[in-house]
């Protein structure tokens, strides 16, 4: 015999039935407790709240019913069984009014008694079920919403790189926005640095929320020596760029004598390199609970750090381009000053042996690099500085075409820029091109060229500057900014699966209101299943059976499993991906009481009374009947809070009201869902509609219900709009163009 996995409160005055039940419940259940009165039995359940409770009806100290009142009160899901000798009417009339699942009279045949358990056992593990499956749920979606905001974070991360740079500020804006996405309490930055020959790491940026310690003027982390027992590990991991995670009562001692003073309970840390070099690393602390760290969300972590390190790169890049730069300009200031010099002290030296003076003044004033003189495209002059970028001797060049010395690619442009400035035409007046130096190599320099009258022949004076480091520097940019745009483009589209996975939530969101319907209708054909089969043992055992009984029963439970497929079939197609949705003709009555059906039996429960006033005429709309279910579901639930809300807040008890009107006129159909709940102030019925605005904790909601409700109701092109007065009602009107049923 399998025993049901639940636990039993069996009450019982008299020891001797107390004793005879102990042995024949415990061959059903897996754990029973025995209770000698209702005073008894009721601390018991306070202690520990049994999934099902048999109670005898006359007892000392607190009789049976007393016990039920009590224990409803505190649980009104409670499900109690009564025994009793005593079958007056009245104490059936209290166990029902009670809300008691069953009245057995003593004697008890086993039979029944078993039947009885048997079938509370199915719905109590049912029920135990869908709660596992919704805490489950919860919690990967607790889960979603966490990883979904760090990837936001890694996305606006990159965003504010590329837009501002990197500087102190754009860091301690991105160390704070991961602090507020994980809620850790301290996230910092830690960087490699060498002094007198030895490796330290210090403290350079730090994030702390509310009430947390600061550590960043902490004179134990201003230099650690990578030596220290107390880092070596992590020098070690960090190097060879293994993450660091746990809880800080399993690290080695030594680092606990460091961490612990820090008030840390668990930590991420996470290396930072600059290309292949071991930058420092960021790390997240928590000083308030004992953190498990998932793969998602360290992989989310380590992808920001790679964004970090590259634009700790792309920095560093950027401030050599800007110191070569200056170098550049002042090699130029100082070569032309030279120059200058030379230019001087040549005309002194030369003036007595030969009337070129002017020619030399003329090529040198304007000489700020590499230069050279062609006429006709045939080199007549070179300066030492051409010799220097080029690697050719004046000897090598003097006499040959410039075509010679331009890198294949650029001669068409070079001689058309020729051309054209000897036509006076107007040209390029500085431009960037390849020439072939002595080694056969290309090397990229900045020409800018002077049309001047050489011996009386026009000529062309050229400047050339080897600009060879700016373009290494600016193809590594290029590429460090390609790359940087990839992974944004692979976190955005991340992000993007996210965002149609919260979309999907919202249905199990759903679901988790419909859970008592659908045990409720689901239990209903289950209980005819079974009452059914009894009935044919009944007859099978008396040897009255037929085939015309036996077939009717047999059609009957067919006609309870097509009920329960019919269910579970509505509840597939509702629970899947919007992409799969075909819009047909719907009738909106019909959707209304299906949904009402779904979670009526809850309301009961809850005490809320769910009124239908629809229209007598079908309503009919092109939409889908799932969506429009979804929207129904989203707004009762919203309902429900309300009404839950002012509950609790009145001190007065009031009747729980859902009114569901429906009406049409010549071109729509209207769905009004009102309510006399906790209502709903100005300012925030201004954002009831904003995704993921909500007033509820993160474990009653995440506030896509109305957003995903008003995009429903906008594709299937209607509106929807709502209007409140706090502690008084809320109204939510639905208008959708009707369609008529031809």
Not at 521 to 527: A, D, S, T, V
Request: hydrophobic share 40%; aromatic share 8%; proline share 3%.
């Amino acid at each position: 015999m399998t025993k049901s996995d639940i636990s039993l409160l069996y009450v019982e005055d008299e020891v001797i039935l107390r004793n005879i039940y102990e042995k024949i419940l415990e061959k059903k259940v897996t754990h029973i407790q025995l209770a000698e009165n209702g005073e008894e039995a009721y601390n018991l359940y306070i202690q520990h709240p049994y999934d099902l409770i048999i109670t005898d009806i006359k007892m000392p100290l607190m009789n049976g019913l007393d016990l039920v009142r009590k224990i409803r009160k505190i649980n009104p899901s409670a499900r109690i069984i009564i025994m009793s000798a005593y079958g007056e009417s009245h104490y059936f009339m209290r166990a029902i009014e009670y809300g008691v699942k069953g009245f057995l009279l003593k004697p008890v045949d086993n039979e029944r008694l078993f039947q009885a358990i048997e079938e509370q056992s199915k719905e109590i593990l049912m029920e135990r079920a869908i709660r596992n499956e919704e805490e489950k749920r919860k919690s990967a979606e607790e889960a979603l919403l966490r990883n979904e905001k760090l990837l936001q974070t890694v996305s606006d991360t990159a965003e504010l790189i590329l837009r501002y740079g990197l500087n102190n500020s754009v860091i301690s804006d991105i160390i704070s926005q991961f602090g507020l996405a994980t809620n850790v309490s301290r996230v910092y930055i830690f960087e490699n640095f060498e002094l007198n020959g030895e490796n330290y790491c210090k403290q350079t940026f730090e994030w702390i929320n509310e009430g947390i310690t600061a550590q960043i003027n902490n004179p134990d982390l201003l230099a650690i020596p990578f030596h220290d027992p107390g880092i070596g590990r992590w020098v070690e991991l960090l190097s060879k760029r293994i993450p660091i995670s746990g809880l800080v009562k399993d690290f080695p001692e030594p680092e606990r004598n460091v961490l612990e003073p820090q008030d840390i309970i668990s930590l991420l840390v996470v290396p930072i390199f600059v290309q292949d070099k071991w930058f420092g690393f960021i790390g997240f602390d928590d000083c308030i609970k004992e953190r498990i760290w998932s793969v998602v969300e360290t992989n989310a972590i380590i992808t920001a750090a790679n964004i970090l390190g590259a634009a700790f790169h792309r920095d560093q890049i950027e401030n050599e381009l800007k110191q070569f730069n200056l170098d550049l300009e002042n090699r130029v200031y100082e070569r032309t000053k030279e120059l200058e010099i030379e230019i001087n002290e040549k005309n002194i030296a030369e003036s007595l042996l030969r009337d070129s003076e002017e020619k030399y003044r003329l090529i040198f004033e304007n000489a700020n690099d590499g230069i050279f003189l062609s006429s006709n495209k045939i080199i007549q002059f070179i300066n030492p500085k051409a010799y220097d970028i080029s690697g050719y001797l004046p000897k090598e060049v003097i006499g040959r075409s410039i075509d010679e010395f331009i890198q294949p690619d650029f001669r068409e442009m070079v001689v058309k820029n020729h051309y054209n400035r000897m036509a006076g035409l107007d040209v390029p007046e500085s431009y960037d091109i390849q020439i072939i130096t002595s080694n056969g190599h290309p090397k990229w320099v900045e020409i800018k060229s002077n049309l001047i009258a050489w011996d009386g022949v026009p000529s062309v004076l050229t400047f050339i500057t080897d600009i060879q480091n700016r373009k290494d520097v600016e193809n590594e940019l290029r590429e460090l900014n390609n790359h940087l745009e990839d992974r944004v483009k692979q976190e955005l589209g991340q992000i993007a699966l996210q965002q149609d996975l919260l979309i999907q939530k919202n249905k199990l969101e759903s679901l988790g209101e419909l859970s008592a319907g659908i045990s409720h209708e689901i239990n209903q054909p289950l209980g005819g299943i079974s009452f059914s089969l009894d009935n044919i043992l009944n007859e099978l055992q008396s040897g009255d059976l037929t085939n015309e009984y036996l077939t009717n029963k047999i059609n009957f439970i067919f006609s309870d499993i097509e009920r329960i497929q019919k269910i579970i079939n509505h509840v597939r197609v509702f629970s899947r991906d919007n992409q799969d949705i075909n819009y047909e003709m719907v009738e909106v009555n019909e959707v209304i009481q299906h949904t009402a059906a779904l979670v009526g039996r809850h309301y009961n429960n809850n005490e809320i009374n769910l009124q239908l006033n629809l229209a007598t005429n079908p309503l009919f709309i092109h939409g889908s009947p799932f969506q429009l279910e979804q929207v129904l579901l989203n707004m009762l639930s919203n309902s429900k809070y309300a009404l839950e809300r002012k509950n609790d807040f009145i001190d007065k008890p009031f009747e729980k009201v859902i009114n569901v009107t429906t009406w049409s006129d010549q071109d729509s159909i209207y769905i009004e869902l009102s309510d006399n709940g906790i209502g709903i102030s100005q300012q925030i019925l201004l954002k009831v509609f904003d995704p993921f605005f909500t007033t509820k904790n993160a474990a009653q909601g995440t506030g896509l219900g109305l957003s995903i409700s008003y995009g429903i109701i906008k594709r299937m092109e209607g509106e929807i709009s709502v209007e409140s007065k706090v502690n008084e009602y809320t109204k939510f009107l639905i208008r959708i163009p009707q369609q008529s049923n031809t």
